[in-house]
């Protein structure tokens, strides 16, 4: 599966619930995802078809192998490490639910999916077979591919909602409301990806917002200040870049974008409540060594 990221904007409606599907990759992971979460009415749907890696959900570890479907909704924070020898490939298909809008008596998919903002376990409905299928459909661009794309999306959530017939949900429903079209995806990605030189005023750019409006938007949005997502996001990245033995304090507070290694120490400090060499002895106790 060669990397891939599909920008979809396509929009759909299951049991009269309007849904956008934002985007979609398919990719091998050879690299960790740092902690991250998603606003109000977003959904990632997250397939592995090969591979090991290990994803923790709200302090909770979870063992990525074959055949693993997984679903990260509203609010949950998460983090996905692939295994050195043999990562994992996988599917993401990112979603943004417009709940508030109006409903039929009665919608038991949507009322499932809506209620289970986090899931993960084995694939039974073969939904690889869908994946493959939709990510065909929308590289080639067949006459028709929409109109098809759009029943692949619904075919899509009506087989994950069967995966989650005999299980209980892991947490319950957010509220609805946030930002809407691509708003979202561009706020988490530029957190998640862009954490040595994040800026107020860069966000609030994309988003083309004022850098007040911005902060007003991720307050309502995630409940957080934009200070607290700049810390969360390069404090996460610290902890697994700490992990990498190969890589001293030093050059992980410059990979940060921290002026110097005592500015990192002590925003981490402040963060975790420990030094970073502490953290890392902690984390690794059998093979830390003394640092300059």
């Known amino acids: 599966m060669n990397p891939n990221r599909l920008n979809l904007n396509l929009s759909f409606s299951l049991e009269g619930i309007p849904i956008q599907a934002v985007n979609m990759t398919c990719e091998r992971f050879l690299r960790t995802i740092p902690s991250h979460s998603h606003g109000s009415g977003c959904y990632e749907i997250h397939y592995i078809p090969s591979g090991y890696g290990m994803l923790t959900a709200d302090s909770h570890p979870f063992h990525i192998r074959p055949n693993t479907l997984f679903v990260t909704g509203p609010h949950v924070e998460h983090t996905q490490v692939p295994q050195a020898e043999e990562p994992m490939q996988e599917y993401c298909v990112y979603l943004k639910i417009k709940e508030n809008a109006k409903r039929k008596e009665s919608c038991p998919v949507m009322d499932s999916f809506l209620s289970t903002p986090f899931w993960f376990g084995a694939d039974t409905q073969g939904i690889h077979t869908i994946l493959h299928l939709l990510t065909d459909e929308l590289e080639r661009r067949h006459i028709g591919y929409l109109d098809q794309a759009r029943l692949l999306l619904s075919q899509l959530l ?13 947490y319950a429903a957010q509220n609805p409301g946030g930002p809407s079209d691509l708003t ?3 706020i988490e990605e530029y957190f998640l990806y862009e954490y040595r030189n994040l800026s107020l005023e860069e966000l609030a750019k994309r988003l083309r917002r ?3 409006q911005t902060q007003r938007l991720l307050l309502e949005y995630y409940g957080k200040t934009y200070q607290q997502k ?3 996001a390069k404090m996460s990245a610290a902890a697994i870049l700490l992990a990498d033995k190969s890589k001293n304090i030093t050059s992980i507070s410059e990979e940060l974008g921290y002026s110097s290694p005592e500015h990192f120490s002590a925003a981490f400090r402040a963060y975790y409540g420990t030094t970073p060499r502490e953290y890392r002895r902690r984390s690794n106790p059998d093979s830390y060594t003394h640092e300059q």
């Open 158 to 170: 009506i087989y994950i909602v069967r995966n989650y017939k005999n299980a209980r949900p892991s």
């Open 184 to 186: 979202s995806v561009i």
């Open 210 to 212: 004022s850098p007040r």
């Open 230 to 232: 700049k810390a969360e």
